[in-house]
């Protein structure tokens, strides 16, 4: 055996080695495959060694990979910044890319600090965010971010921003159901602003359907509704976090589009590029960027990678692959499908307690003392892979899953998956919950 060098999620495991991809499918070194049916980390949107995005990278290599941004600009930049605008909703004329979901989330907390200041509002700066959340690893993100598991290692250096509950109508933590509970989560925000004092909060950050903190948590009509005037009424920008769900994933381009709710601030990354090249964006409305266009002009954020012309001409080159073969509908449609085969399924098994999400996010819940992390190992001996998702009352169960293969599966595709999800249900009822 040779030594390890390389840190991985868990030192000292086995991972298999990947040998190449294709459509919705991996291959390892030994020959295995494997159906991808949480798009890794709910990141390949279109499947992978797609022809044009390849021709797109190569050509944009050809001419130039790097510039730093304080040089020079790039087409592609400037054209993937032009299409933001164009496909998202209202005013979010505005793009900042940056490399990961974290850095976006990161980017917007200071969008929105930056905005207040340069209107001369002192002291607006804290952000408030949900339990069961998750929006990226730095300190800043993390403290954003109501996940117990990963905050529990360094609480003592983190902000305390989590202050409300999640919209989980599954296990209300209000024990009320929808729609007699009337929306008692969104109105804790309210009381959270009054009991911290809106002249301390810059910003709301949520997931719209919440993702690997939650298990595809969709809320009740009306929740984000309520949440955006609570926002306006207190003077407080209402930031989503799309990192997950935009650019298809849920079955409209952005996930918002669901409630017809226009965030101030968006965060995207993961699909963004499909994976092809690191690529993520916080994208601002005019409201927010017009005080800094009048004021110092100077975004106090960036990095060495920000805006990168490759990873650029990729992400647009995605972008309008999603545009022109229709997956958004299709995602939505693909969606349907597999929800109600999840539905037959759980009716066939005892081990599953919610099914939940749109278009192609789908979350598995699982009943009291199933643990998710033995059905995805199983699914991944079998050749199915699936994404971990924490839930439960207090957040921190392993009890959930995500489903979420590519944009561009076919029906039969989606008809193997299913089998192979089943096999891996009556293997684990088999052996581990007889
Ligand atoms: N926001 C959401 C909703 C996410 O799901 C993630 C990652 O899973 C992030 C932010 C952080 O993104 P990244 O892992 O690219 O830093």
Partial sequence: MEREHLIKPLIGTHYPTVSHGQGIYLFDTKGKRYLDGSSGAITVGIGHGVPEILEAMNKQAQ??????????????????????????????????????????????????????????????????????????????????????????????????????????????????????????????????????????????????????????????????????????KYDILFIADEVMTGLGRTGKMFAMEHWDVQPDIVTLGKGMTSGYTPMAATVASDKVIEPILNGSKLVMSGHTFSANPLSAAVSLAVIEYVEQHGLVQAAAQKGDYLMKKLHELQSQTQLIGDVRGKGLLIGLEFVEGVKASTLIQTAMKQGLLLYPAVAGKTGKDDSACLLAPPLTITYEEMDELLLLLTEAFREIERTTYK
């Fill in 63 to 232: 001419q130039v990979s790097f510039v730093y941004r304080s040089q020079f600009t790039s087409d592609a930049a400037e054209k993937l910044a032009k299409k933001m605008s164009e496909i998202t909703q209202g005013d979010l004329n505005w793009s900042f890319f940056v490399n990961s979901g974290t850095e976006a989330t990161e980017t917007a907390m200071k969008l929105a600090i930056q905005h207040y200041q340069e209107k001369g509002i002192k002291g607006k700066n804290k952000i408030l965010s949900r339990w069961m959340s998750y929006h990226g690893i730095t300190i800043g993100a993390l403290s954003m971010s109501g996940h117990p598991l990963r905050r529990q290692r360094f609480v003592s250096v983190l902000e305390d921003y989590p202050s409300v509950s999640a919209p989980y109508c599954y296990r209300c933590p209000f024990d009320r159901a929808y729609p007699s509970c009337n929306l008692a989560c969104a109105s804790e925000l309210e009381a959270a602003i009054e009991r911290i004092g809106a002249e301390h909060i810059a910003a709301f950050i949520a997931e719209p359907i919440i993702g690997a903190a939650g298990g595809a948590i969709v809320p009740p009509q009306g929740y984000y509704q309520r949440i955006q005037s609570i926002c306006k």
